[in-house]
């Protein structure tokens, strides 16, 4: 194969979504709350920075995002977090993808983790841990019942809809495997149109 090609991945599937659909349905319904400059002053100054100094909580790399320190979904449940200043730290995108809803300390410290500060062999993890557990205990998050919000019923019908949409996703899946089968075999035939 050809040292500048890299071609998408094969018969890539539907049901591979399905976390970042979960995650949709409880996102959409996460309140997201803006800090006032003087709130992110104080959180930057608990992790060590300054405004125009701002890096990755993780690994001290460049940061491209804030990422939800306490994940908004876990098990495919929401967890109540909301987006807020006192749930939210400076990331990299690969820290915060790698993190995903795994709590910061269990990824920090996992040696198999992609990305994880332990597997990249940082020298100041012991350090980034602390100054992680002084924002942790900073504040008290806000946390929300949702099914207590909207009544059971309510709640009921919303995750029924995260239900139907993830078993139409696998039925359209199962469906896929078996039109591109056809298209192979119309390729396989010499057919080009």
């Known amino acids: 194969?050809?040292?500048?090609?890299?071609?998408?991945?094969?018969?890539?599937?539907?049901?591979?979504?399905?976390?970042?659909?979960?995650?949709?349905?409880?996102?959409?319904?996460t309140p997201s709350l803006l800090p006032t400059n003087q709130e992110v002053d104080e959180a930057l100054d608990i992790l060590g920075m300054k405004t125009g100094q701002c890096v990755c909580a993780y690994c001290g790399g460049k940061?491209?995002?804030?990422?939800?320190?306490?994940?908004?979904?876990?098990?495919?449940?929401p967890t109540g977090?909301?987006?807020?200043?006192?749930?939210?730290?400076?990331?990299?995108?690969?820290c915060n993808q790698s993190k995903g809803n795994t709590h910061w300390r269990k990824w920090m410290l996992s040696a198999t983790a992609k990305h994880s500060p332990t597997r990249l062999k940082l020298a100041d993890?012991?350090?980034?841990?602390?100054?992680?557990?002084?924002?942790?205990?900073?504040?008290?998050?806000?946390?929300?019942?949702?099914?207590?919000?909207?009544?059971?019923e309510k709640w009921a019908q919303?995750?029924?809809?995260?239900?139907?949409?993830?078993?139409?996703?696998?039925?359209?899946?199962?469906?896929?495997?078996?039109?591109?089968k056809l298209v192979e075999s119309h390729l396989n035939r010499g057919n080009v149109t």
Request: charged share 25%; net charge positive.
């Open 1 to 29: 194969m050809h040292p500048d090609f890299n071609p998408p991945a094969k018969n890539p599937r539907i049901t591979s979504r399905k976390t970042t659909i979960t995650g949709l349905f409880f996102v959409t319904l």
């Open 63 to 77: 940061k491209s995002e804030w990422d939800h320190f306490r994940p908004i979904v876990s098990k495919r449940q």
């Open 81 to 94: 977090y909301i987006t807020e200043i006192a749930n939210l730290v400076p990331s990299c995108g690969k």
């Open 125 to 152: 993890i012991g350090e980034r841990m602390n100054r992680l557990e002084r924002f942790e205990a900073w504040r008290t998050p806000i946390q929300i019942d949702y099914a207590t919000v909207f009544g059971a």
């Open 158 to 180: 919303h995750m029924k809809y995260l239900e139907d949409v993830l078993q139409l996703m696998a039925r359209a899946e199962s469906d896929a495997e078996h039109l591109r």
